[in-house]
């Protein structure tokens, strides 16, 4: 069944950076694009950005502009998430999720939504 | 920005009961792009509900979503043990696409 596996827990100092990796399976990669979510300890989701794994186009949350990249490796059918210049607030488990979007021609109706996620990715920023 | 705000906050309720859980967009969200997510802890959000009111595959007939414009309810007719979690909109309208700050249903 459809699978997505993340790289495992990192511990950053900050001003550090972090890539997180995301390796998809069972189903063809670049049918869906992936997202970024992040939720830091005892708080509520946030999302981070999209990247298209056909084309590389990326939408980023405003906060996260010029500090993020996403990319893909679609021989490996693996997204990567890197975060730089880490602040202690970064401090997050950090979700890669399957961007579910569909548009039905015959009834002019589209749908979208985040339908397989990973199991996260800890990542600590500490001096 | 849409903001989505969710209430209440924090249910304490017994297994068996009726729960509904509103979410409030800030603007207009399309009903195709509002979804429903559970959370327990430890775990990933699972998907629940899709389009407002469409039920992810596998979950079961007792969780229903509604609603349009503004205004969208998750309803879960009768709770069950495994139903305690944080349940979580979330909007993919206009972006950047948000989550609300999800509400707890706790056992009583």
């Known amino acids: 069944q459809v699978q997505l596996v993340q790289s495992g827990a990192e511990v950053k100092r900050p001003g550090a950076s972090v890539k997180v990796s995301c390796k998809a399976s069972?189903?063809?990669?670049?049918?869906?694009?992936i997202n970024w979510v992040r939720q830091a300890p005892g708080q509520g989701l946030e999302w981070m950005g999209w990247?298209?794994?056909?084309?590389?186009?990326?939408n980023f949350a405003q906060k996260f502009q010029g500090r993020v990249t996403m990319t893909t490796d679609t021989s490996k059918s693996t997204a990567y998430m890197e975060l730089r210049s880490l602040r202690p607030d970064d401090t997050a488990v950090y979700y890669c999720?399957?961007?579910?979007?569909?548009?039905?021609?015959?009834?002019?109706?589209?749908?979208?939504?985040?339908?397989?996620w990973g199991q996260g990715t800890h990542v600590t920023v500490s001096s | 920005e849409i903001v989505l705000t969710q209430s209440p906050g924090t249910l304490s309720l017994s297994p068996g009961e009726r729960v509904t859980l509103s979410c409030r967009a800030s603007q207009y969200v399309s009903s195709n792009f509002l979804t429903w997510y559970q959370q327990k802890p430890g775990q990933a959000p699972r998907l629940l509900i899709y389009?407002?009111?469409t039920r992810a595959t596998g979950i079961p007939d007792r969780f229903s979503g509604s609603g349009s414009g503004t205004d969208f309810t998750l309803t879960i007719s009768r709770l069950e043990p495994e139903d305690f979690a944080v349940y979580y909109c979330q909007h993919c309208d206009i972006s950047p696409w948000t989550f609300g700050p999800g509400t707890t249903v706790q056992m009583k």
């Open positions: 990247i298209s794994t056909n084309y590389g186009d990326t």
């Open positions: 389009g407002a009111s």
């Open positions: 999720a399957r961007d579910h979007y569909h548009y039905d021609s015959s009834s002019y109706s589209q749908t979208h939504y985040f339908d397989y």
């Open positions: 069972d189903y063809n990669f670049t049918s869906y694009g």
